[in-house]
């Protein structure tokens, strides 16, 4: 009945599965939290798969009226292909992780139940179904809904080990969070007062320039950034994201950020919010946090910080293509392909930073510490961790064939078609800085120890095969760029700029 | 001046004092305080365009109406879960504060 199109009941499936298999694990206990959310890790996957496949096949997007209530009424669901793409990524990164976390958080049956555990499981699902929503919302509203179910999953992951530390981080990244989502909510009924809709296609249909429309852009944007942490309001990230324990920092870092900015891509986008001057003001913003997030990284003392400060960096790049999609010089192809370059970015940055914290948070359980200086040793010790770290790094500078090479690739080949040699040289200085990092931790990592290690606690090995196996993912997803279509121009509507009209 | 305008400009200080007060104050729980005078705010911005809209011989637009409530129990929610922090960070170090007296960095090694 409600389907507008044939497949599009797997959308409020994929939403719901995830936030079915939480309310299981709620209902059933401690002792059965991982279990459950292990076997909903396969159907969520098998979901996403479906819902890619199906958009590949047809070559369009997916939509779902729900209640059969059409818009502007009605709430619809649609997957394009960007939401797609990312879909796919989300469930294999929280597949992974809840693979890498089954050591750490999984039941033992001879010990008593512990709430951190419990938690941790239904929060991973709770992220999980949030960012769906995230996803496949089509109107501005449950965007809203969507984002704060992300944060409200995403806050208390930061505290699951309960020190002052940690909550005081929970409580400062709440705090952002909260101011952000209070400036997104105040766009909403200025675009409702103008425009009478909320749904984005009708938007996008009716948009035009008038002081309305542009104060609600300018607060949205600002809020969605203090939820992104782009520089120079990326205060709330490093504690937050260093102190959680590494599954969660792994979720934390690879999606939840990338929630906000999804919906911020939709705005500026495909409601046509964007304007040539604000996206260049907002590459100005992440060519800061490329320099500041790196600099600052390289004179980090602790590992998960040094990996913290590299995720400040690396969301300066997903707001480069802001400029080279909405300068008064890009043609449509030119949008697509810096939207193409973004996107690849999102999905290289989330699988080589999991690998990366999954590694960090594996060399901090088995010496006990995370001091760089003092990591002499551990590539003997634990081989697999570090070149998981090690191909992760490759993905973040961008040497061939990674994802981050391709989305490097792509967004300074839109930035020399449309003349716009600045924002290169921000992405080559960014990569060399990048670069120093990564092979500063790995050659103290490779160096012989004056005294032989000895790990405090076993190395648990399956774990290091996820991360490596994550790194080895953003390392080959380079060669997306070989397969037969492009999946992210799927459903796209043809983007108008505000400025430009 | 009409009842509409009155209100919005209600609203524009009531986001105006909500905004300060959240990034001015060091105290958490005044931030706090101050998110929920900025949540007020929003949610009368949210009337006062419904009132606008107001039409069909209803007394304003239901759409906005519903967005309202919802939009209260997600504020709602959020305060929550912040003082359900706030009192464990209390419980936790003994004081409810943000001002990095220990860095939250500087150590996790010695625990």
């Keep these: 009945m409600g389907a507008a199109t044939p497949a599009g009941f797997l959308l409020p499936l994929a939403l719901m599965a995830p936030l079915t298999g939480m309310l299981i694990a709620f209902a059933l206990g401690g002792r059965y939290a991982h279990r459950v959310a292990l076997a909903t890790v396969p159907v969520g996957l098998a979901l996403a798969i479906a819902i890619v496949i199906h958009l590949a096949r047809s070559g369009e997007a997916l939509e779902y009226l729900l209640g059969g209530w059409a818009p502007p009424l009605g709430v619809r669901l649609r997957a394009d292909g960007l939401a797609a793409a990312m879909m796919l990524a989300t469930a294999v990164i929280i ?3 809840a693979l890498f976390a089954g050591p750490e958080f999984g039941a033992r049956p001879d010990a008593p139940e512990r709430r951190a555990p419990f938690a941790f499981w239904q929060l991973l699902l709770a992220v999980w179904g949030a960012l769906n929503t995230v996803l496949l919302a089509h ?16 806050v208390p992951l930061v505290c699951l080990d309960g020190r002052g530390e940690t909550l005081q981080a929970a409580l400062r990244y709440l705090i952002f969070a909260l101011a952000g989502s209070a400036l997104y909510l105040v766009g909403v ?7 009478g809709t909320l749904d984005i296609s009708l938007l996008a249909m009716r948009i035009h320039v008038d002081h309305a429309t542009v104060t609600a852009t300018a607060l949205m944007t600002a809020g969605l950034l203090a939820k992104t942490a782009l520089f120079p309001l990326h205060l709330w990230l490093p504690p937050a994201h260093a102190g959680a324990p590494a599954p969660a920092s792994t979720v934390l870092s690879a999606l939840v950020i990338k929630g906000s900015f999804f919906v911020l891509v939709r705005l500026w986008f495909d409601v046509g919010l964007g304007s040539a001057a604000g996206a260049q003001l907002l590459a100005a913003l992440g060519a800061g946090a490329i320099f500041f997030g790196n600099v600052v990284a390289l004179r980090q003392a602790r590992l998960k910080l040094l990996v913290a400060y590299s995720t400040v960096a690396q969301i300066g790049y997903l707001f480069l293509m802001f400029p080279l999609a909405l300068s008064a010089g890009s043609t449509a192809a030119d949008g697509a392909m810096a939207l193409a370059g973004g996107l690849m970015q999102v999905i290289s940055h989330a699988a080589a930073k999991a690998a990366m914290f999954m590694s960090a948070g594996l060399v901090y359980a088995a010496l006990g510490h995370d001091r760089i200086a003092e990591l002499a040793g551990v590539g003997r010790l634990m081989p697999m961790s570090i070149v998981a770290f090690a191909l992760g790094g490759i993905s973040l500078v961008g040497l061939p064939p990674s994802g981050g090479f391709l989305a490097k690739w792509l967004l300074l080949s839109v930035s020399a078609a449309t003349g716009q040699w600045w924002w290169a040289a921000v992405m080559i200085v960014g990569g060399l800085l990048t670069a120093c990092y990564a092979v500063l931790v790995v050659m103290r990592a490779m160096t012989a120890p004056a005294a032989p290690l000895v790990p405090k606690a076993e190395v648990p090995r399956a774990s290091e ?14 060669f997306v760029a070989f397969l037969p279509i492009d999946l992210t121009a799927i459903g796209r509507p043809h983007s108008v700029v505000l400025g430009a009209q | 001046m009409s009842s509409a305008t009155l209100l919005g400009l209600c609203s524009a200080v009531l986001v105006g004092l909500g905004l300060y007060g ?17 949540g007020s705010g929003v949610f009368l911005i949210f009337g006062v365009v419904a009132r606008r809209g107001a039409g069909a011989g209803l007394g304003g637009d239901p759409v906005l109406q519903a967005l309202t409530i919802t939009g209260l129990v997600v504020a709602f929610a959020a305060t929550a879960l912040a003082v359900a922090l706030l009192l464990r960070l209390f419980e936790a170090t003994g004081t409810a504060t943000l001002a990095s007296g220990t860095r939250p960095d500087a150590d996790a090694s010695n625990t």
């Design chain 1, 95 to 97: 597949g992974a992780t």
């Design chain 1, 465 to 478: 095969a996820v991360a490596l196996a994550l790194a080895v993912c953003s390392v080959l997803l380079g």
């Design chain 1, 139 to 154: 109107d501005l509203f449950t965007l809203f809904v969507a984002l704060e179910l992300l944060t409200f999953a995403g």
């Design chain 1, 189 to 195: 009924p200025l675009l409702y007062g103008t425009y």
């Design chain 2, 22 to 38: 959240l990034v001015a104050n060091p105290e958490p729980l005044r931030k706090i305080l101050a998110f929920n005078l900025f």
